[in-house]
């Protein structure tokens, strides 16, 4: 069927909406279970009636509208979030460099995207998932400036012959994701006689998630940059535009100044002064939309005297039996690195305990960081390998006194491991137990990164 007007398409994608997959396939696709883009195609064919094709052109040519199919789900706390990544064209390296913005394979191919969202559910029949709501969707136009940089930084890690080199974490709602079996297949780059794995176009997790809490929860999310800053500046530009005026001051004087209730043993504390920074006070950081969309998250950093943190840098509890089930290329933790921005906000102490018991906190400025592809496959994935063998042969807890207190130990990477990361647990007491995969008990773990490395990373701010 021929759809002639954008109006016709929509109304048409409507139709599906409260309709499972089941009902809709005609031609029996579903049937396959192995079949990927199954419901893409199930769409594509029953019920849009036209073919299934891999054309450099979007689905509805002269319409010039992509037809994207895409899952959310619903995560226990009650919020949805965004299932996946969405993913777009292929990057051939050979070509893309060779052209700008406005006539690169993604804008021909993705300037408007038919998005038709289900509901992902587990242990439920792919047949049964259900057509929650399509809208017709053209980028606002500051993710649009924001997605032009993202281009230009994909682009020019080809130009510069490192296509090798991308990271999904370089850029902040276009990535540049790996596509194909494992990971394992490449392409030769213009600049380069090294190979780069295939990547393709895709819009982050983070950023779909986003779009998930606007048009399925009917969240708002709140701004601090208008498209008007973002053609002259980029994001990083703008947030240290906010933040460098403070430079200098301490953190109850920054309290004072925007009638915050000073605090700083409180959790919340360091949060309302970066809302306050970026004008937006009051503001939940995951409630900022460039924060949400880009998967920017906040680490506060207070530093001694000698430039490095007091405390190592604490991320999740580890489930072990999650971990040894992975692969390394669809490992949580390599995700959680390969796909997060962070923010760390800096502060420091100009004198140490002994100097001072109550010393002051001075605001050092900020550093908007990802981490390294390179680091991520060697030192992360040490990190990794290394657990994941402890595990498997058996983690030989014991338990010491130290003074009078008697200490859980273990074999897991400890400080000293590579110079980035380590295992310990968060809590003081250790009384949190998890039971691993052979049956043992142990305190909670998590993975940390090294104040050292952390001291690296800021030696030198934005």
Same mark, same amino acid.
């Given at each position: 069927?021929?759809?002639?007007?954008?109006?016709?398409?929509?109304?048409?994608?409507?139709?599906?909406?409260?309709?499972?997959?089941?009902?809709?396939?005609?031609?029996?696709?579903?049937?396959?279970?192995?079949?990927?883009?199954?419901?893409?195609?199930?769409?594509?064919?029953?019920?849009?009636?036209?073919?299934?094709?891999?054309?450099?052109?979007?689905?509805?040519?002269?319409?010039g509208v992509e037809l994207k199919v895409t899952p959310f789900k619903r995560n226990k706390n009650g919020s949805l979030s965004a299932k996946e990544r969405l993913v777009l064209n292929i990057i051939n390296y050979m070509e893309e460099v060779h052209t700008y913005?406005?006539?690169?394979?993604?804008?021909?191919?993705?300037?408007?995207?038919?998005?038709?969202?289900?509901?992902?559910?587990?242990?439920?029949?792919?047949?049964?998932?259900?057509?929650?709501?399509?809208?017709?969707?053209?980028?606002?136009?500051?993710?649009?400036?924001?997605?032009?940089?993202?281009?230009?930084?994909?682009?020019?890690?080809?130009?510069?012959?490192?296509?090798?080199?991308?990271?999904?974490?370089?850029?902040?709602?276009?990535?540049?994701?790996?596509?194909?079996?494992?990971?394992?297949?490449?392409?030769?780059?213009?600049?380069?006689?090294?190979?780069?794995?295939?990547?393709?176009?895709?819009?982050?997790?983070?950023?779909?998630?986003?779009?998930?809490?606007?048009?399925?929860?009917?969240?708002?999310?709140?701004?601090?940059?208008?498209?008007?800053?973002?053609?002259?500046?980029t994001l990083k530009d703008l947030l240290v535009e906010k933040f460098s005026p403070y430079i200098g001051w301490t953190d109850e004087q920054i309290a004072d100044q925007f009638n915050i209730k000073y605090n700083p043993k409180s959790k919340s504390f360091v949060?309302?002064?970066?809302?306050?920074?970026?004008?937006?006070?009051?503001?939940?950081?995951?409630?900022?939309?460039?924060?949400?969309?880009?998967?920017?998250?906040?680490?506060?950093?207070?530093?001694?005297?000698n430039g490095k943190p007091e405390q190592h840098m604490s991320f999740e509890n580890i489930d072990f039996q999650q971990w040894i089930q992975e692969t390394w290329e669809d490992s949580y933790i390599r995700q959680r690195f390969q796909e997060t921005k962070f923010?760390?906000?800096?502060?420091?102490?100009?004198?140490?305990?002994?100097?001072?018991?109550?010393? $002051?906190? /001075?605001? =050092?400025?900020?550093?908007?960081? #990802?981490?390294?592809? &390179?680091?991520?496959?060697?030192?992360?994935?040490? @990190?990794?390998?290394?657990?994941?063998?402890?595990?498997?042969?058996?983690?030989?807890?014991?338990? $010491?006194? /130290?003074? =009078?207190?008697?200490?859980?130990? #273990?074999?897991?990477? &400890?400080?000293?491991?590579?110079?980035?990361?380590? @295992?310990?647990?968060?809590?003081?007491?250790?009384?949190?137990?998890?039971?691993?995969?052979?049956?043992?008990?142990?305190? =909670?773990?998590?993975?940390?990164? #090294?104040?050292?490395?952390?001291?690296?990373?800021?030696?030198?701010?934005?």
């Open positions: 069927m021929e759809y002639f007007t954008l109006e016709e398409l929509v109304e048409k994608a409507h139709e599906a909406e409260g309709k499972t997959f089941g009902e809709i396939d005609i031609y029996d696709r579903l049937e396959n279970k192995k079949a990927k883009g199954g419901l893409g195609q199930v769409i594509e064919e029953s019920f849009f009636g036209y073919t299934v094709n891999s054309n450099a052109q979007p689905d509805f040519e002269h319409l913005f406005y006539t690169s394979s993604f804008w021909k191919k993705n300037e408007k995207l038919l998005l038709m969202f289900y509901e992902w559910l587990p242990e439920i029949d792919r047949n049964d998932y259900r057509i929650y709501k399509s809208i017709l969707f053209t980028y606002p136009k500051a993710d649009l400036e924001i997605i032009k940089q993202d281009w230009e930084t994909i682009i020019n890690k080809i130009r510069n012959g490192n296509a090798h080199e991308i990271s999904e974490g370089d850029t902040n709602y276009l990535g540049a994701c790996t596509k194909g079996a494992n990971n394992k297949q490449l392409r030769t780059q213009p600049f380069s006689n090294k190979l780069a794995m295939q990547r393709a176009y895709s819009l982050k997790q983070s950023y779909m998630t986003a779009l998930v809490r606007k048009y399925i929860k009917n969240e708002d999310l709140v701004s601090f940059a208008s498209a008007d800053d973002l053609e002259k500046k949060p309302s002064i970066v809302s306050s920074f970026l004008g937006i006070k009051g503001t939940k950081l995951d409630n900022i939309e460039e924060f949400a969309k880009a998967n920017i998250q906040f680490k506060t950093i207070r530093l001694e005297p923010l760390f906000v800096v502060f420091e102490f100009r004198e140490t305990k002994k100097q001072n018991p109550d010393r $002051k906190l /001075y605001f =050092k400025g900020i550093k908007l960081w #990802n981490m390294p592809l &390179k680091t991520i496959e060697t030192k992360i994935k040490e @990190l990794w390998s290394s657990v994941n063998k402890v595990i498997n042969e058996g983690v030989v807890i014991e338990y $010491k006194y /130290y003074g =009078k207190k008697l200490v859980e130990t #273990n074999n897991l990477p &400890k400080i000293g491991f590579n110079g980035v990361t380590h @295992l310990r647990p968060k809590g003081i007491d250790g009384s949190d137990k998890i039971v691993l995969p052979d049956g043992q008990k142990m305190t =909670k773990q998590c993975y940390w990164l #090294n104040n050292s490395y952390i001291a690296e990373i800021v030696k030198k701010l934005d």
